[in-house]
């Protein structure tokens, strides 16, 4: 997912040493991040799953059945690897950011590094995500106990990814949006392997809709994380985090690195039509962002972050 940084009439950073950097090489080097995602799954489900036991976790006031731990683990475990997906796309999201906009002085050693961590943490990203759907898939095949395997197989498969498959409450809209964050994020994110191939401005152009998977995952949590369901300082914190990312994308519009890009109306013998088209979005987005930061810090200030109004008392629903 890394947008090599350029200045106007220079040209792309050079690959490592030894060639082109390959999926494969990313691959072998994002073990260590990877692992570290694992590890902060399972710290996340041991939370999730002591606050299940003990009552305390708003999950089980949403859906009060799940009190058995046990028998939910995979949900859970579900749950757990969609908080992880979620904090390392925020992660790259920052790194990508940091990359293509003015930063902080690098050296090339660093650069590199940065530009390998981003890969790295893009590609564990993505089995985070994966590994969340597949055990949101799992929990439904359990739950389908009163059918044939083939039919619960199938119908998980239909439920989970297939877009309008799920027909159950706000998941109605929540699931195909994670649905969408999901099959964005493959192509997207490995698209950065094959660039040579499509050309770096088509890549640069396609590599830029990274932020609307970050976007739409954000959104599915609201949608759907029953730990951010109702008003309170999880779902706040959850609104808190967005700042970095609009401070710097706002920061990464304003001073771009290319020349062509700048916020500046281009000069009259440059006004082409794509130019003043291209210009023109700019400021639109821009404009757009700074909106989305002023909304971010009302509601930061205020605590009003669109979350469910808390039952007074705790509901009895069955599955």
């Known amino acids: 997912m890394t947008e090599q940084r350029e200045s106007p009439g220079e040209p792309e950073v050079p690959a490592p040493r030894g060639g082109r950097v390959t999926l494969r090489e990313d691959v072998r080097a994002a073990w260590l991040d990877a692992g570290l995602g694992v590890l902060v799954t399972a710290g996340v489900f ?10 305390a976790s708003d ?6 059945f799940m009190k058995d731990a046990g028998t939910f683990w995979m949900y859970f475990l579900s ?3 969609g908080w992880s997906a979620l904090l390392w796309a925020w992660g790259t999201v920052i790194l990508g950011l940091l990359l293509s906009g003015p930063g902080v002085r690098r050296t090339p050693r660093s650069q590199r590094a940065l530009e390998r961590l981003h890969r790295t943490t893009s590609l564990s990203t993505i ?3 994966t590994a969340h759907a597949l055990l949101f898939a799992a929990e439904l095949v359990r739950d389908k106990a009163e059918l044939g395997w083939a039919s619960r197989f199938w119908e998980a498969f239909w439920e989970t990814f297939v877009p309008g498959g799920y027909t159950s409450g706000t998941g ?3 699931i195909p949006v994670g649905q ?3 099959y964005l994020a493959v192509p997207l994110g490995l698209l950065f392997y094959v660039r040579h191939r499509i050309g770096p401005r088509t890549w640069r152009v396609l590599h830029r809709f990274v932020i609307a998977v970050y976007v739409l995952s954000v959104w599915h949590t609201l949608l759907y994380g029953t730990n951010v369901w109702y008003d309170g300082w999880p779902r706040t914190t959850l609104w808190l985090l ?4 609009a401070a710097l994308f706002l920061l990464r ?12 109306l281009p000069a009259p013998h440059r006004r082409g039509p794509r130019r003043l088209a291209g210009w023109s979005v700019r400021w639109g987005l821009t404009v757009a962002v700074a909106a989305t930061a002023a909304v971010l810090c009302a509601v930061v200030l205020t605590g009003h972050d669109g979350g469910r109004e808390r039952p007074a008392a705790e509901p009895t629903a069955t599955p």
Request: charged letters at 15%; zero cysteines; a positive charge.
């Open 242 to 245: 967005q700042l970095p990312i």
């Open 253 to 264: 519009l304003a001073r771009p690195l290319r020349r062509t890009e700048q916020l500046t």
């Open 59 to 64: 999950t089980v006031s949403v859906m009060p």
């Open 172 to 174: 109605q809209i929540a």
């Open 79 to 81: 749950q757990a690897f």
């Open 180 to 182: 969408a964050a999901l």
């Open 46 to 55: 041991a939370l999730l799953y002591a606050r299940i036991r003990s009552g």
């Open 127 to 129: 089995a985070l995500i």
